[in-house]
């Protein structure tokens, strides 16, 4: 009967869709198979804009300053493209160190790793003064693969030689904008000069000249990608003429 065809010609582009979205993370955006499924488990139909232009940049190894209004997908960004750089963890020292303006901020970060990183292996390890310094000094002793830390309590750590910077392959600014409203530009700046080596990637929502003049002298010729539009998705321009089927349509509604 006409609504069984309907039912299983849905399936067929619920499938279809499924795979269409996969090969746009694996292929296009150059992410592992794993973090792919756990992306689609956890709700993300398919990339953002901002995720669709830089993270196949950031997997190669290109210095970013990506600008984008709230909701364009910054910070997800930044936790996508770090996972992604892991097969383990616990080699002791931290291997990325990303900052944030605030210690709500650092708060909502770890949580989002914690969504998503599935590899109990690697450890996250928040750092800012709303919680006990002996707390914070003994997580980086017993092992930390990512800090998320507002910049002054990392760079006060770090001054006490409990934060190694050494082995950090990836250092990134999360809402830069916010950063220099609440003033913390020296400590993003003098911990960038502590990193000997290190791809660097910035996020903000503007990009004014205080912004410009605090990541100048860590940002060695960096790409710039600006997005417009807060939510756009691109996996429609990813999947040619069959888009154009108003039960395609219907079906992406529910995805």
Known sequence: ???????????????????????????????????????????????????????????????????????????????????NRFKKGLEGSPRVLMVAPDQGRVASIVEEFEKLNKNKTIQVVPLHKGIDLQTQLDSLADGADIVVATPDQARFIYLKLALNLNKIFLYVVDDADLIVKNRLQLPVAELANSIQKAQCLVFSETFNPSVEKMIDPFMKMPGFIEVVEPDLKVLMICMGNICRSPLAHGVLEHL
């Not at 309907?6 to 694996?26: A, D, G, Q, R």
């Open 1 to 83: 009967s006409r609504p069984k065809r309907e039912k299983v010609t849905t399936n067929f582009y619920f499938l279809f869709l499924y795979k269409k979205i996969k090969m746009v993370w694996i292929d296009k955006l150059k992410l592992s198979k794993q973090l792919t499924k756990i992306l689609i488990e956890n709700g993300f139909e398919g990339p953002k804009e901002m995720q669709f232009r830089t993270l196949s940049r950031i997997a190669g190894g290109q210095n970013l300053i990506a600008v984008g209004p709230e909701g364009s997908g910054k910070t997800s960004t930044a936790i996508i493209a770090i996972l």
